[in-house]
C-alpha cells in the first residue's frame, strides 16, 4: 500500500516530469493571453474576455475588483435590487488582497490565480494516482491524459447543431465549451474551478485514507477540504456526500457486515462540512439574489449519448475494464487489496457521478463533471495495460513504433477538441469584427472616470448588456443588467432594457423605469444608440458629467412625475 512517505518519494523520483508537465501547461494557457494583450489595437483596451464562457469571465473580475475596494463581504454587482452583503468567499478574497496588495489589474489576478494553482492540482493528481498504479510508466501516463486529453466533440460538432435543436448550447459537445468538463480546459479557463477540483481529490484521498487506516486524522482532513470546498464552490456537494458513502457501502455489502468505523469515518466528514452547505440553502431560501443565483448558474448536461461521446474514447476505453473489474470483485475472483479498494471508489466516482449529473432535482449538472474525467482516465490506462499482454498488441509492436504511433494517434484524437478550443482562443483576439476582446481606449477612460465619481453599492449603471457585463469586474460599480445569471429577471431586464432604449416614450414612463430601478447614471455609448431612437439629449432629469469621442456618462436626478 502507498503511503504517504512512498507518495513523497516518487513525486521527488519524478519532479523533472511534474516540472515539465507544469511548464508546458503555463505556456499552453498563458500563450493566447499574451498574444490578446500584445495584439491589442491602438487606442483600445484588453477586456481579457475568453472563448469559453466570455460572459461569466468579467463576473469573477468584479468579485477581484471588491476586494481590492475594501469590501471583503461581496455582492452581486449584476443587479440592482437593494442586497445585503451575503457573499464571503477566501479563494476571491485571497486574491483579491494580493491584487491590492501589489496593485494588480483584474485580469493579471485571475491569471496569476491560475498559475499559482496549477501546482498544487498537479502534485494532487500524481499522488491520487501513485495509489493506484505501481509503475512509473502508468503513473506517467495518466498524467499525460489527465492535463491532455479531451472527447470527440471537435469531430462530432459539424454533424451538429446547437442553435437549430431546442436547448442551444446543452445540445453542443462539452468538451468544446465546458470549462469543468476536463482538466485542461478547467486550467485554461478558471481558476476558481482548479481549487476546487484539487479540494475534491484532497477530500477522496483523505477519506480513502480514513477508511484504509482508520484514523480519525484522516477523516478531519477529509471534512476540512470539503469544508473549504463547499466555502468557495458548494455546487458540489452531491459529489462529495454520494460518491464516498456508496463506497463504504459496497465495502459493507461484500464484507457482509455493517463497519461501524467506516460509518464513524463518514460522519466526520458530513459534520466537519455541514456549516457552508447549511449557510447556502439559508441563504438561498431567504435571499431572492441567492435564490436566483442558483436557479440560473450552471445548467443541465448534454443529453447523455452526446455526453459519452464528449469523452470520447476515454469512456470507451474506460468502460469495458471497468465493468470487467466490477464483475470480478463481487463474485470474489480477486483478492483483497487496497488497490482493488480505491479501484472500486473510481468505478463508483465514474458510473455514480455519471447518475448525479442528470438527477432531476439538481440544477447545476454540468458543474458536476468536475473531476468526472479522473476515474474514466484510471480506467482507459488500465485497458491499455492490459491491451500490451494481448497477441494482437505484441504482432503490431513488430510493424510499428507503438509509442510514436501512440503519441500522434493522442495528438490528433485525444488532444483535437483541446486544441481546437486553444486555437478559438487566440482566433477571437485575431478577429477584429470581434468586439469583445478589445474596447475603444475612450470607452475605458470613461469607466475610469466612472469609478472615481460613483459610490460603490449606491450607485447603479443603465446602459446595454455588453458593457453592462464589463462594468462590474473593471471598476467595481452596479449595473442593471449585465449577466444572464447574475442578474435577476434578466429576461423580462433584458426587454425593458430594450423597449427603453429602442423610441422616445413619455416622459412619465421614463422616470417611472428610472425610479423603480433606482437608476442613478447613463452609460452612454454608441451601442445604445444603435439600439434605437432614444437620444439623451433635452431629458429634464439628465445632466452631462463626463463626455469623450465615444462614451457619455450622465447623472440622473430630479425624477418627479408630471401630474
Known amino acids: 500500500m502507498a503511503d504517504k512517505n512512498m507518495i513523497f518519494e516518487l513525486l521527488r523520483q519524478n519532479k523533472k ?56 463581504i461581496l455582492r452581486d454587482l449584476y443587479t440592482g435590487e437593494e442586497q445585503t452583503l451575503s457573499i464571503f468567499n477566501p479563494f476571491f478574497l485571497i486574491f483579491g488582497l494580493v491584487g491590492k496588495l501589489f496593485d494588480l489589474p483584474n485580469i493579471v489576478i485571475h491569471h496569476l490565480a491560475r498559475l499559482i494553482l496549477v501546482p498544487f492540482l498537479i502534485v494532487t493528481l500524481f499522488a491520487f494516482f501513485s495509489r493506484i498504479f505501481k509503475e512509473k510508466s502508468h503513473i506517467r501516463l495518466a498524467m499525460f491524459f489527465a492535463v491532455f486529453s479531451s472527447g470527440l466533440g471537435f469531430f462530432i460538432a459539424p454533424f451538429i447543431s446547437s442553435y437549430k435543436t431546442p436547448g442551444g448550447y446543452i445540445h ?81 455489502i461484500k464484507e457482509r457486515i455493517i463497519v461501524f468505523p467506516y460509518l464513524g469515518h463518514y460522519l466526520i466528514l458530513f459534520l466537519i462540512s455541514l456549516p457552508p452547505i447549511i449557510y447556502t440553502i439559508y441563504l438561498t431560501l431567504t435571499d431572492f439574489i441567492a435564490y436566483n443565483r442558483y436557479y440560473s448558474v450552471g445548467g443541465p448536461p448534454t443529453v447523455f449519448w452526446l455526453t459519452i461521446l464528449s469523452y470520447g474514447f476515454l469512456f470507451l476505453l474506460a468502460i469495458s475494464s471497468c465493468l470487467n473489474f466490477l464483475k470480478k470483485i463481487f463474485s470474489k475472483q480477486t483478492n483483497e487489496s487496497s488497490q482493488n479498494n480505491i479501484l472500486l471508489f473510481c468505478a463508483i466516482w465514474a458510473i455514480g457521478g455519471l447518475l448525479i449529473i442528470y438527477l432531476p432535482f439538481f440544477k447545476h449538472g454540468r458543474r458536476l463533471t468536475l473531476g468526472l474525467q479522473i476515474p474514466l482516465i484510471v480506467f482507459t490506462v488500465i485497458t491499455l495495460m492490459n491491451a500490451q499482454s494481448a497477441s494482437w498488441y505484441k504482432k503490431l509492436k513488430n510493424i510499428v513504433n507503438i509509442k510514436a504511433a501512440f503519441l500522434l494517434f493522442f495528438i490528433m484524437v485525444f488532444m483535437a477538441s483541446n486544441i481546437y478550443v486553444l486555437v478559438s482562443h487566440f482566433q477571437i483576439y485575431t478577429d477584429r469584427s470581434n468586439k469583445y476582446a478589445h474596447i475603444p481606449i475612450e470607452v475605458y477612460q470613461a469607466m475610469r472616470w466612472l469609478k472615481s465619481n460613483t459610490t460603490p453599492n449606491q450607485d447603479i449603471v443603465l446602459t446595454d448588456q455588453y458593457y453592462g ?58 451601442n445604445l444608440k444603435k439600439s434605437g431612437g432614444w437620444r439623451p439629449e433635452n431629458r429634464s432629469y439628465l445632466s452631462i458629467i463626463f463626455e469623450n469621442e465615444k462614451a457619455a456618462v450622465y447623472k440622473i436626478s430630479d425624477l418627479k412625475l408630471n401630474q
Open 469 to 526: 457585463n464589463l462594468i462590474p469586474g473593471i471598476i467595481g460599480r452596479t449595473v442593471y443588467l449585465g449577466h444572464f445569471a447574475e442578474t435577476v429577471h434578466f429576461n423580462l431586464k433584458e426587454r425593458m432594457l430594450t423597449a427603453f432604449f429602442s423610441k422616445n416614450r413619455s416622459y412619465n414612463e421614463e422616470v417611472q423605469f428610472l425610479k423603480d430601478n433606482r437608476i442613478t447614471h447613463i452609460f452612454y455609448t454608441e
Open 172 to 252: 453542443w459537445p462539452m468538451d468544446l465549451w465546458v470549462p469543468e468538463f476536463n482538466i485542461f480546459l478547467t486550467i485554461l479557463r478558471n481558476p476558481l474551478y482548479i481549487a476546487a477540483l484539487t479540494l475534491i481529490i484532497l477530500t477522496f484521498l483523505f477519506f480513502i485514507n480514513a477508511i484504509e487506516k482508520n484514523k480519525i486524522k484522516w477523516s478531519v482532513a477529509a471534512g476540512l477540504t470539503a469544508f473549504f470546498l463547499f466555502l468557495i464552490h458548494p455546487y458540489h456537494v452531491l459529489t462529495i456526500y454520494v460518491i464516498p458513502l456508496l463506497w463504504i457501502a459496497l465495502l459493507m
Open 17 to 72: 516530469f511534474i516540472l515539465g508537465l507544469i511548464t508546458a501547461i503555463w505556456i499552453l494557457t498563458v500563450l493566447p493571453v499574451f498574444y490578446g494583450y500584445l495584439t491589442t489595437p491602438p487606442n483600445s483596451y484588453f477586456t481579457g474576455m475568453e472563448y469559453l464562457a466570455p460572459g461569466d469571465f468579467h463576473s469573477y473580475l468584479s468579485y477581484f475588483e471588491q476586494i481590492k475596494q475594501g469590501s471583503f
